[in-house]
């Protein structure tokens, strides 16, 4: 007997899961370190995948080593995720080109350790305005198209960081359990019209923004104890969780912060 059970997945997609063919995505601040990785892996599945960051010229020469990395087409998209009228229209132009947009990974997440006390409002204000109300106008905005499109996939790169604090990081930690909620608001929200909204939660990977505490021999003795894996998480260790969630695989994934740490927050 070889019918398919009615409700089973269809078996060439099966053959060949997690392909994004035809699909159109936009990574914010992806010109290095994770958003960089999760493009390569987008590009790789078939997407095609616009890159972003503010400096143009570093953003140029990623796109061009992307594209000779996976042979997929990939473009440069320079704005700063804070000014809304450039990621506003950044946007729609990519939207306008290509004539849809699919897959969204809000990426960009800027940092400022301090103690809560020594943060002006103004100071507050500047940080939240990038980690935390320019995903949610982006993902406002790209759900827009997706819902116009009966297809898409929000994804928000938080931190377990959103789940367990450090210390003297309460902006940033704030901003980022913000964000697991924004998509949790999302999931409700847009689900019926094909969208569907996670967050991945990276732990302590080795980016070039790390690169300080990687060489620290302390620190990474630390990562060493706390990390069941005993590791710092490589970069492109992160790309399958963002191909995961934007596939068509995960069709029924929806309000999900895929942890991709090692194990650190399930270690008591
Ligand atoms: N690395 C980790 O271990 C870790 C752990 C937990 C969570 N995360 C989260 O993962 C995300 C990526 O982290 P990462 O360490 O890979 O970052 P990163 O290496 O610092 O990468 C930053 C990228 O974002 C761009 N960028 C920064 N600010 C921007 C802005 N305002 N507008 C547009 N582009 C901007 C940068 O390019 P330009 O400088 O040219 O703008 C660069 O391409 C963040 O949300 C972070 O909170 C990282």
Redesign the pocket.
């Known amino acids: 007997m070889n019918a398919e059970h009615p409700a089973s997945a269809p078996v060439a997609a099966l053959r060949a899961p997690f392909r994004l063919d035809g699909r159109v995505a936009l990574v914010?601040?992806?010109?290095?370190?994770?958003?960089?990785e999760m493009a390569k892996a987008l590009a790789l599945a078939g997407a095609r995948v616009a890159i972003?960051?503010?400096?143009t010229g570093?953003?140029a020469a990623a796109a061009q080593a992307l594209t000779a990395s996976t042979g997929g087409e990939v473009e440069a998209l320079a704005?700063?995720?804070?000014d809304r009228a450039a990621a506003s229209a950044a946007m729609e132009g990519l939207h306008a080109r290509h004539g849809r947009l699919d897959i969204l990974v809000n990426?960009?997440?800027?940092?400022d350790r301090r103690a809560l006390k020594d943060f002006t409002a103004e100071d507050a204000e500047r940080l939240l305005a990038?980690d935390l109300l320019?995903p949610m106008l982006l993902a406002r905005q790209a759900a827009g198209y997706m819902v116009a499109q009966g297809h898409g996939r929000l994804i928000t790169?938080?931190?377990?960081?959103g789940q367990v604090a450090n210390r003297n990081d309460p902006v940033?930690t704030a901003a980022?359990a913000g964000l697991a909620g924004l998509m949790r608001a999302m999931a409700v929200d847009y689900a019926r019209d094909g969208v569907t909204s996670n967050a991945i939660?990276?732990?302590?990977?080795a980016?070039?923004?790390?690169q300080g505490l990687v060489d620290d021999a302390a620190f990474s003795a630390f990562v060493d104890v706390r990390v069941p894996l005993g590791r710092w998480?490589r970069?492109h260790e992160i790309g399958a969780a963002a191909v995961f969630l934007a596939s068509d695989e995960a069709s029924f994934v929806n309000g999900h912060v895929l942890v991709v740490d090692g194990g650190q927050t399930v270690r008591m």
Request: glycine share 16%; no cysteine.
């Open positions: 914010t601040g992806s010109a290095r370190g994770l958003g960089f972003n960051g503010r400096d570093r953003l704005f700063d995720v804070a990426n960009v997440g800027a940092r990038t320019a790169v938080t931190s377990i960081a940033y980022k939660a990276p732990g302590m990977f980016t070039e923004t790390n998480g970069p």
